[in-house]
């Protein structure tokens, strides 16, 4: 069964500086990715995801993560991090038809 | 965009009593929709699978008869929470795959919130 881990429930960063969540996936055929964003009482919104076309991805609101089979990691990055991307963020893996979710990691910026 | 809208977005009702939560999919046609529950500061976990015009799939461990699924139309699911307990608690979220948004791509609903008393 597909999984995906992500290291770290929460991590904080600084305004202006550069945002990474971790996520490392388990899956037995090559997989599609994703990245969501949760904000506080509100449903998920897609980020970003990989299926299997380019290894780095471009996603809304300046975030980006690249897929590496080597290390089987999907991490997701931001150059430089704003207030308003404080919030829960999630990786995910399909297995058929449906989506497994990782544990989350809640983002935490510092004015 | 595609829009999921699910309704209420927060629910209290008395244990023992049943409690209907309603996804449509706005300007879309969903054949299958899915429904999670997220406990507090937790992730999603897939509850089931619901199919138009068939029986929902459920998940392991979850209970069929607590949770009534129906998906009568290519734009409407219900989740029926039977006889809520406070354990039952929780965030419900569903989602649909917008034909042609790209293998497994899910618009998510807003999120439904039910606290039983």
């Known amino acids: 069964a597909q999984s995906v881990t992500q290291l770290g429930s929460h991590v904080s960063v600084s305004e202006g500086a550069l945002v990474l969540l971790r996520c490392n996936y388990s899956s037995s055929v090559p997989p599609y990715l994703f990245w969501y964003v949760q904000y506080p009482n509100q449903g998920l919104q897609l980020l970003l995801k990989?299926?299997?076309?380019?290894?780095l991805v471009k996603g809304i609101n300046g975030f980006e993560a690249e897929f590496k089979k080597s290390e089987t990691s999907f991490h997701l990055t931001k150059p430089s991090a704003h207030m308003s991307d404080a919030a829960e963020y999630f990786c995910a893996v399909s297995e058929g038809d449906k989506i497994i979710f990782g544990k989350g990691t809640r983002l935490h910026i510092l004015p | 965009g595609a829009v999921v809208s699910q309704h209420p977005s927060r629910v209290i009702c008395k244990s023992g009593t049943s409690v209907k939560i309603e996804c449509r999919s706005l300007?879309?046609?969903?054949?299958?929709m899915f429904w999670y529950r997220q406990f507090p500061k937790q992730s999603l976990m897939l509850m089931a699978t619901s199919n138009e015009g068939s029986k929902a799939t459920y998940e392991q461990g979850v209970e069929k008869d607590k949770f009534l699924i129906n998906h009568a139309s290519l734009t409407l699911s219900t989740l029926t929470v039977t006889s809520a307990h406070p354990e039952d608690s929780s965030f419900y979220i569903c989602s649909a795959n917008p034909t042609g948004s790209g293998a497994n791509v899910l618009t998510f609903g807003a999120g439904s919130r039910l606290t039983v008393l």
């Open positions: 300007d879309f046609q969903a054949t299958t």
């Open positions: 990989y299926t299997s076309a380019a290894t």
